[in-house]
Every structure is written in C-alpha cells, then in structure tokens.
Nanobody
Framework: QVQLVESGGGLVQAGGSLRLSCAAS????????MGWFRQAPGKEREFVAA????????YYADSVKGRFAISRDNAKNTVYLQMNSLKPEDTAVYYC????????????????????WGQGTQVTVSS
C-alpha cells in the first residue's frame, strides 16, 4: 500500500555532502515514523537516523551524529537525509523505511520496526 522511492545518491569526495530524498505515497504519511538505514558490502544493515511523525524527535547512530541530519516535509510526503562531512566508511546502499503501524514497542533503531522499505540508493565516498 505504501511505496518509498529514494533518490540523491551518488559519488562524492570525502568531506563532501549529499542530500538523500525519500518520496512516500499515502495520505497518512504525516503519521509515519521514518527511518534511514544503510548496508555496506559484507556488512549487516545498520541504523542511520529516524524521525517521528511531527519531526520534533530525531534519532541518530553514533557514527553519524553531528554530520547527518534527518528531516521531513509532510506536505510533500518526503523525508530527507542531509549528509555532510562524508567519510569513506559512509559508503553503502542507503534505504528509506516507514513504520505505518506505530510499532512503538520496537525501538526505532531496529529494522523490524519498519514495515515498508524503498529499493535503496548507492552512496559512494572516495578517499
């Protein structure tokens, strides 16, 4: 019922910036907790950032605190991930995820909280 489409990935030099976008369908988008995850080759999918429905509460992995910022524009049904001071270790496929069921018992950092996922967008940071 919900479709998520990521965009904005690409190749960037270390220290550079990218902004990822995730466009979501559904008129109930404004009530979804949204998250960003990433997966590098040979590694498990890991939490990056999350934002609650109002945009007033955000969560970040320790590895990206101070460098990444998640935001949302509910009028546009879009969530963003602004990535600054990128490092080679940020290289991964980045996935947008949505919790449409309000699975509040599950922590926002857990992939199992989210019931809809995008196809991913590649981010490559060169050294």
């Amino acid at each position: 019922q919900v479709q998520l489409v990521e965009s904005g990935g690409g190749l960037v030099q270390a220290g550079g910036s990218l902004r990822l976008s995730c466009a979501a369908s559904g008129r109930t988008f404004s009530r979804y907790t949204m998250g960003w995850f990433r997966q590098a080759p040979g590694k498990e999918r890991e939490f990056v950032a999350a934002i609650n429905w109002s945009g007033g509460t955000t969560y970040y992995a320790d590895s990206v605190k101070g460098r990444f910022a998640i935001s949302r524009d509910n009028a546009k049904n879009t969530v963003y991930l602004q990535m600054n001071s990128l490092k080679p270790e940020d290289t991964a496929v980045y996935y947008c995820a949505a919790d449409s069921l309000m699975n509040t018992i599950v922590v926002v950092t857990a992939p199992s909280r989210y019931n809809y996922w995008g196809q991913g967008t590649q981010v490559t940071v060169s050294s």
